[in-house]
Structure formats: structure tokens, C-alpha cells
Nanobody, 122 residues
Framework: QVQLVESGGGLVQAGGSLRLSCAAS????????MGWFRQLPEKEREFVAG????????YYADSVKGRFTISRDNTKSTVYLQINSLKPEDTAVYYC???????????????WGKGTLLTVSS
């Protein structure tokens, strides 16, 4: 059974940095990808960053390039999302998700975590 558990959210000031973590268990697929998504208040969930587990190839939404960095630690089965120069508009629930075989669409994903709330104060 695949489980994804996000952590690292909280209340931070604008301009600061934060690293979110997503610990995965039960993943046995060879070609899966993991993604970070966020849902802003009263908005639909959106893709922000993704990574291929096999070779750490990365993908980013245009809106976050340059500020967000996704990475993974194979030994810990954990994917990270580093966010720099935080802005109030980054306030959202951040989710990680897994797609068993990368389709290029980041939708739909096969497994989801429950999310972690990040609030950025101005």
C-alpha cells in the first residue's frame, strides 16, 4: 500500500525559505514520478514541480521556476520541495503525489498525500 506523508508546512514570513518533505512508503514501481501540487484558497489544485525517481529529472511549472527546487533522497524515499523568496501568494495546501508511469500530464495522479499547509505572512 502506497503512503505519502507531507511535512514542513507552517507559518513563515515573506522573503524567507522553507523546505517541504514528502515521505513515501510502499512504492515498488520502476518508472514512477513524484510531484508537488498546491491548492490556493478558493482555487483548483495545480502542479508546481515533479521529479523522475529513476534519474532525478525535474519538471517545473513556469510560475515557480527559479524559486522552487524539487529533489529526492533515495535512501529515505523522500522528496523535497525547497521554496525560496516566499510570497504571500504561495500560501496554499501543498500535496505530494505519485504517478506510476510518467504520462507527461501530471493528471491524474495515482496516489496522494493529505497535504501540508503553508501560510506566508506579509
Amino acid at each position: 500500500q502506497v503512503q505519502l506523508v507531507e511535512s514542513g508546512g507552517g507559518l513563515v514570513q515573506a522573503g524567507g525559505s522553507l523546505r517541504l518533505s514528502c515521505a513515501a512508503s510502499g512504492l515498488i514501481f520502476n518508472s514512477y514520478v513524484m510531484g508537488w501540487f498546491r491548492q490556493l484558497p478558493e482555487k483548483e489544485r495545480e502542479f508546481v514541480a515533479g521529479i523522475r525517481w529513476s534519474d532525478a529529472g525535474t519538471y517545473y511549472a513556469d510560475s515557480v521556476k527559479g524559486r522552487f527546487t524539487i529533489s529526492r533522497d533515495n535512501t529515505k524515499s523522500t522528496v523535497y520541495l525547497q521554496i525560496n523568496s516566499l510570497k504571500p501568494e504561495d500560501t496554499a495546501v501543498y500535496y505530494c503525489a505519485v504517478e506510476r508511469t510518467y504520462s507527461g500530464n501530471w493528471n491524474p495522479m495515482d496516489y496522494w498525500g493529505k497535504g501540508t499547509l503553508l501560510t506566508v505572512s506579509s
